[in-house]
């Protein structure tokens, strides 16, 4: 089987010739963007040999004014692909596409709505206060920010649908906001649901298909019921949600999933060869042959050798 066909089996949990598989990690700054990034990318792939090769997204939604109070929000303009920022991101695709090995199965990585909405400030604010700002104004004044959000999310549409025109399988969607502790349930459902769904609807749409990512502590993952139908491939935070693969399996009944192994401490990140293609067997004991990616919680510690995670990978063989 070439990498995408085996994607594809264990997307529809048909028998694979071996269990395919999937890491990712952020890259250091200095060869995050241009061509640099292209030239990583490349050998994360060669190095690394994952079935799934994911192109990251470093180029966020850009700083567009100071944002303090709701009504601040209306600063937020509406974004196309014609952004620079858009561009930048649409130029590393084309470029790692017409190098890369197109017999993988190779997605691009759409960061969710609420992701999204608060990089323009998360600088200003830091990654947990910019999160509980954005609750608190929804609870304030939501109209100017969901007005915000509804910009953000039709640019998402549209980059969506130019990744699977470029030439990829799909893309990671990157949720957020299954947090117990930010949002209330009717909240999620009033808030970021709608959102959540036209993004994904617009890769289905364009020809693609979906991975529904959803790390960080304390999700809800009942939030998430409705959404079936949008996505084939489920991944989340087994360690940082506690919530493992065999749970998991009872939950995302009509879908792969994928992960298994710790992306911040445990034998991928701190042990041996040995341990490292022991605790390969032990995720593969739980999760079964079919319908199973092996992959981490989240992204790989920036700076993590190369051979950590290809030793996880050949650990498939035979088994």
């Known amino acids: 089987?070439?990498?995408?066909?085996?994607?594809?089996a264990a997307m529809k949990n048909q028998p694979v010739d071996k269990i395919p598989s999937y890491f990712t990690m952020h890259f250091p700054r200095e060869v995050a963007f241009g061509e640099a990034a292209v030239e990583e990318h490349l050998k994360f792939f060669?190095?690394?040999?994952?079935?799934?090769?994911?192109?990251?997204?470093?180029?966020?939604?850009?700083?567009?004014?100071?944002?303090?109070?709701?009504?601040?929000?209306?600063?937020?303009?509406?974004?196309?692909?014609?952004?620079?920022?858009?561009?930048?991101?649409?130029?590393?695709?084309?470029?790692?596409?017409?190098?890369?090995?197109?017999?993988?199965?190779?997605i691009g990585t759409l960061h969710g709505i609420v992701?999204?909405?608060?990089?323009?400030?998360?600088?200003?604010?830091?990654?947990?206060?910019?999160?509980?700002?954005?609750?608190?104004?929804?609870?304030?004044?939501?109209?100017?920010?969901?007005?915000?959000?509804?910009?953000?999310?039709?640019?998402?549409?549209?980059?969506?649908?130019?990744?699977?025109?470029?030439?990829?399988?799909?893309?990671?969607?990157?949720?957020?906001?299954?947090?117990?502790?930010?949002?209330?349930?009717?909240?999620?459902?009033?808030?970021?649901?709608?959102?959540?769904?036209?993004?994904?609807?617009a890769c289905l749409e364009a020809g693609g298909n979906n991975i529904l990512h959803m790390c960080k502590t304390d999700v809800n993952f009942d939030r998430y019921k409705s959404y079936k139908g949008l996505y084939t491939i489920a991944n989340w935070g087994v360690y940082e949600a506690g919530l493992s693969l065999?749970?998991?399996?009872?939950?995302?009944?009509?879908?792969?999933?994928?992960?298994?192994?710790?992306n911040h401490m445990g034998p991928l990140i701190e042990?041996?060869?040995?341990?490292?293609?022991?605790?390969?067997?032990?995720?593969?004991?739980?999760a079964g042959r079919t319908g199973f990616i092996l992959g981490t919680d989240c992204t790989i510690p920036t700076g993590t050798s190369y051979d950590r995670l290809r030793t996880a990978v050949d650990a498939l063989e035979g088994l």
């Open 46 to 106: 060669k190095e690394v040999n994952p079935d799934i090769q994911k192109i990251m997204n470093e180029n966020l939604v850009p700083n567009m004014g100071s944002i303090k109070t709701p009504d601040d929000w209306k600063c937020i303009r509406s974004i196309s692909l014609d952004d620079r920022f858009m561009q930048d991101e649409i130029e590393l695709v084309k470029r790692v596409l017409d190098r890369c090995d197109m017999d993988a199965y190779n």
């Open 246 to 262: 065999s749970e998991g399996r009872r939950i995302f009944t009509d879908c792969a999933i994928m992960g298994g192994l710790s």
């Open 115 to 201: 992701a999204s909405t608060i990089h323009p400030i998360e600088p200003d604010y830091g990654y947990m206060p910019v999160r509980q700002l954005l609750v608190s104004h929804l609870r304030q004044n939501k109209a100017p920010v969901l007005d915000a959000m509804k910009r953000i999310a039709d640019g998402l549409c549209q980059l969506a649908g130019k990744f699977v025109e470029l030439g990829l399988d799909g893309i990671l969607y990157a949720g957020l906001g299954g947090e117990r502790f930010l949002f209330t349930d009717q909240e999620f459902e009033e808030y970021i649901m709608p959102f959540d769904k036209q993004i994904m609807n």
């Open 271 to 286: 042990g041996t060869a040995d341990e490292i293609r022991e605790e390969v067997r032990r995720v593969v004991a739980e």
């Open 1 to 8: 089987m070439k990498k995408r066909e085996r994607v594809f």
